[in-house]
């Protein structure tokens, strides 16, 4: 049926969701629907509560059956997270997924107009006619079909990447881990002992170390650095550099796990490196035993949940508790105290390792940004908000808990496997609620501190969850990818100039020249972004799905009411 | 691709259990998702919108219901429950009980003539958190998965007395099925076990009774404000308070309720800083004059973006943050709360009247966790959560069967669905290597 759906008489089905109210509370989804009835091929038109839910697909389904429809219209929430189902769904109906149509009556209609319900109304007419004119147009289009590459690179030997690895290695792909330090283990390595049961770092470093080793699917690669990729979802072409030499790996998957950096506190309350350290120095004192002082001041949140880094790095809590404690358990007279803004230590066990470091005669001092804290040679002066007054500490250690903050080098590498960072340039994934794991570029996931600060825990379980989700592309000998892509058709040829600026503009190197000089579109590498086709000179290339003859119908529908 | 010898079950169909199961699905592994209530979801579906993108939680979980329906390597079970466990590591075989739903799944096309017709009313619905009421045959919410009605088995007049029979002849595709029994299911080859049924929030009025829920019609918990909230909910959007239909203009949302206490739970619930705020914002969303008081101990907002969420609170949508202790509630003649509180900043008891308080209830472990784990032969921590090492984070005390999700700890809808896919990670590895 799909085949030659070009040749019948067009008869389009349209959808009107009420979204619940995001739609339907503030236009009249029932009016919406039957005005698009009235409109050029569409043969059916109903609206629904919800398009999206089993209900509205099953009512869709059973339209195209009964109705004959070869073309499906749904204006709703945004394509951007629900195309997919619907073209699914229309596939499931016999159609060629292509034959549908989205139109965003939601995200760029009631949510931004949503004081104007009579103007909305009026644009979602607009935008529903457009629809229609474009379904007329829209052509069936075949999916891609790339062979995958059963092998995965994790970049960054720390606990997250190692967790990747074992876990991508035990299920059967072959993995290269690489590091750029000449070890494995990250921040674990310069970690004395773990909360929340205060395990020697070193035990678990061990652990997965030795896991690695008998894993016979493993590689790693330590002093070692990626130069260059290359490639797209199953197919990537990396190059390493190790001691000047140059590696070449052909992965279906790549991993980010490449930790962040902590925040160092040079000009801040005195910071010394000698009396006033870090919470990482303070480790190193009492890995080696070192320690000598008695009267020991923390300061929570310092260069943290202040203007220049807004966010809380969410681990230094639990960090400066930790330490407090194990100081406390080695010199029993010891004064700790911790001046803290806000105690994190959600969940359960956190929670009761707070509780027990109150009962174990740990000091908590709230103070808050407005009221500055001063430090001076050998004491702290901050003003206790439960007392009303100042109160003067002295310290002969003061330890500053500082950030974890992103890696100088995300940039680079963010640009190398063209993914987004956000604004604190830790990277960005494709959704922060349900694709957490992901990046919107297919094949490539990211794990652990890279994404944003995160403890050991966490950072194992998204290693080990980042194994999953390339796991659910690396068990496929196939995959299908985007078919609404861009190329430049055999009776174009003549009309393209050689120029190469679409080779320039686009974002994700699927242009190049050939052996014969001409122009060359790699359809996989392609997303249908559409920007070679906007700056071709002489109008060459086509964008499918988004040819000019179908961008030109809904403008002359716009304009024609 | 080789076919994998082996099967998985998941335990629960909440955003944890979805995910899970969609990884697993997703790798080529078959799946048995096994869900007690009538339709998978859990607690997500339930809530209007979701921190720290107010993305509307319906319309972003929507999809992934969808998709765990119609995956051809998804069995879904709800109405169920694994009541027996044999075998071990890699080889287990279970019991499934599912309860009679009286409506064939496969002839029910969520019409709803049944429900119109049944002359039971005021069943009350879990869905709407109790506030809403229904016919005895019914479909949780318009857009529930799978799309089939059911009967209230306690509720429904022909089944405790044999009369009645309307809905029966009402439907046009014949799906009532009075005949339907409870069955039991048995499920072999299963190689691994992902428990994920989530979580509960403290009910018991006892250590509520200090806030005056139950006893004030304006002290509503969180779960209660979601559904007052929500388009799909009792009010259809339009918040209105449930002792006068007035539109609330001043809101309090108590923080730590029954939770960080000795009187309760000692732990913290994780995600109510975030909730509260986000459910402040939806609120002054509908009303540009709103003013919000969170009433807090510690703001714990460490997540990704989470910071400057609050700072959004604060700036663009008139929420006051106040570090403070609860003493009690009040209310004045016109049943508006007035709340009597200890505030940290200046030492001082001070008066707040709002015209309505919203509490941060305290996060516990589902109902049922006892005998599950007993079934499952698993062990629980103190607090009654399923035992996990934080190192180990996914597994539990026994070989084969991993967790993920609230069931082992307080936690927000990113967390849990990485869990989800780092628990699927384990199972693969099994299933795999098996």
């Known amino acids: 049926m799909s085949e030659n759906v070009e040749e019948e008489p067009i008869r389009i089905g349209t959808f009107i969701c009420h979204c619940g109210s995001n739609i339907g509370g503030l236009i009249d989804c029932e009016k919406l629907a039957e005005y698009a009835s009235t409109l050029p091929n569409v043969a059916y038109s109903e609206h629904n509560l919800y398009t999206c839910s089993e209900t509205g697909l099953a009512a869709i389904r059973k339209a195209v059956e009964e109705q004959n429809l070869n073309r499906v219209i749904v204006a709703s929430c945004t394509p951007r997270t629900h195309e997919p189902l619907f073209r699914d769904c229309i596939q499931e109906a016999g159609l060629n997924p292509y034959l549908f149509n989205f139109v965003n009556i939601r995200d760029q209609c009631t949510w931004v107009h949503m004081k104007y319900p009579e103007e909305a109304y009026e644009k979602a007419k607009d935008l529903v006619r457009m629809g229609v004119a474009k379904a007329a147009r829209l052509e069936s289009l075949d999916k891609i079909i790339v062979n995958v590459n059963p092998s995965a690179l994790v970049i960054g030997g720390g606990v997250s990447g190692m967790n990747t690895a074992i876990s991508l290695g035990k299920q059967g792909f072959k993995t290269y881990l690489i590091e750029k330090e000449d070890e494995l283990g990250g921040r674990l390595k310069n970690l004395y002992k773990l909360f929340p049961y205060d395990q020697e770092a070193s035990l678990l470093l061990d652990e997965l170390k030795s896991k690695i080793e008998k894993n016979q699917n493993l590689t790693v690669y330590t002093s070692s650095k990626v130069k260059f990729i290359e490639g797209f979802i199953g197919n990537y072409e990396v190059e390493i550099e190790q001691n000047d030499n140059i590696i070449n790996l052909n992965v279906g998957a790549i991993i980010v796990a490449v930790g962040a950096s902590l925040f160092n506190p040079f000009d801040l309350f005195r910071y010394d490196g000698k009396t006033r350290i870090t919470q990482l120095e303070l480790e190193e004192l009492l890995k080696n035993n070192k320690l000598k002082a008695n009267n020991i001041v923390m300061i929570q949140c310092v260069g943290a949940r202040n203007e220049e880094r807004v966010y809380c790095s969410s681990v230094c809590c639990m960090t400066a508790l930790k330490n407090a404690l194990i100081i406390k358990e080695k010199n029993p007279n010891a004064q700790l105290t911790i001046l803290f803004r806000d105690l994190y230590t959600p969940g359960t066990i956190y929670e009761e390792y707070y509780r027990n470091a109150r009962e174990q005669g740990i000091l908590f001092i709230k103070y808050s940004p407005e009221q500055e804290l001063l430090v001076e040679e050998d004491t702290v002066k901050v003003f206790n908000e439960y007392l009303g007054e100042e109160i003067t500490i002295p310290y002969d250690l003061l330890v500053l808990s500082t950030p974890l903050v992103a890696n100088d080098d995300n940039k680079s590498l963010a640009q190398l496997l063209k993914v987004p960072l956000e604004e604190n340039k830790f990277f960005l994934e494709a959704h922060v609620k349900l694709r957490p794991i992901d990046f919107a570029t297919d094949g490539v996931y990211l794990c652990g501190s890279a994404k944003w600060p995160v403890d050991i825990t966490e950072s194992i379980t998204q290693g080990l969850a980042a194994a999953s989700r390339a796991s659910t592309i690396l068990s496929h000998e196939t995959i299908e990818v985007e078919g609404a892509t861009s190329f430049l058709p055999e009776y174009n040829r003549n009309l393209c100039s050689g120029c190469e600026v679409c080779i320039t503009v686009c974002p994700f190197k699927a242009i190049s020249k050939n052996e014969a000089d001409e122009i060359e579109i790699r359809q996989v590498l392609c997303k249908g972004c559409g920007v070679c086709g906007a700056t071709c000179t002489n109008q060459a290339i086509v964008i499918r799905h988004f040819t000019d003859e179908q961008i030109l119908s809904e403008i002359y529908a716009f304009g024609g009411k | ?434």
């Open chain 2, 1 to 434: 691709m080789e076919e994998n010898s082996k099967n998985a079950l998941v335990i629960g169909g909440g955003i944890a259990g979805i995910q899970a199961a969609l990884d697993l699905a997703d790798i080529g592994i078959k799946v048995h998702l096994v869900e007690k209530k009538p339709c998978i979801g859990g607690k997500m579906a339930q809530l209007d919108k979701t921190f720290p993108t107010l993305d509307c939680s319906i319309c972003i979980l929507a999809p992934k219901l969808s998709e765990c329906y119609r995956h051809r390597n998804i069995t879904l079970y709800t109405l169920s429950e694994v009541q027996k466990v044999n075998g071990s590591n890699g080889n287990f075989s279970v019991e499934i009980l599912k309860h009679a739903r009286y409506v064939k799944e496969e002839e029910c096309t969520n019409c709803g003539d049944c429900a119109r017709i049944c002359p039971v009313r005021g069943v009350s619905n879990y869905f709407d958190a109790d506030l809403m009421t229904q016919a005895a045959v019914y479909i949780p919410f318009p857009s529930a998965v799978p799309p089939v009605y059911l009967v209230d088995r306690e509720m429904c007049v022909y089944l405790k007395y044999k009369i009645c029979g309307l809905c029966y002849e009402a439907c046009e595709r014949k799906a009532m099925d009075f005949t339907q029994k409870d069955e039991i299911i048995t499920l072999d080859n299963i190689g691994s076990i992902i428990v994920a049924t989530g979580y509960n929030l403290i009910e018991d009025i006892d250590p509520l009774k200090k806030y005056g829920y139950k006893r004030y019609k304006n002290v509503v918990t969180a779960l209660e404000f979601e559904r007052l909230i929500s388009a799909s909910g009792p009010q259809e959007g339009h918040l209105k308070r449930l002792s006068d239909g007035k539109e609330p203009t001043k809101i309090a949302f108590l923080q730590c309720i029954g939770s960080r206490t000795d009187r309760g739970q000692k732990y913290c619930s994780s995600i109510c800083c975030m909730y509260s705020t986000k459910e402040a914002m939806i609120a002054h969303e509908h009303n540009n004059e709103l003013e919000s008081y969170v009433f807090y101990i510690d703001m714990r907002a460490g997540g990704k973006g989470f910071q400057q969420f609050i700072n959004r609170g604060k700036n663009e949508y008139n929420i006051k943050y106040i570090k403070s202790k609860i003493a009690e509630i009040k209310i004045d003649d016109e049943e508006n709360p007035i709340i009597i509180y200890d505030e940290v900043n200046t030492s001082e008891i001070k008066q707040l009247k709002v015209d309505l308080v919203v509490l941060a209830t305290c996060i516990i472990p589902p109902e049922g966790i006892d005998s599950l784990a007993n079934v499952l032969g698993i062990e629980l921590n103190e607090y009654n959560f399923i035992k996990t090492k934080p190192f180990y984070p996914m597994e539990t005390s026994k070989e084969g069967i991993f967790t993920c999700g609230c069931v082992h700890e307080p936690m927000d809808i990113p967390r849990s669905v990485a869990e989800a896919s780092s628990a699927a990670a384990k199972v693969a590895e099994i299933i795999k290597e098996g």
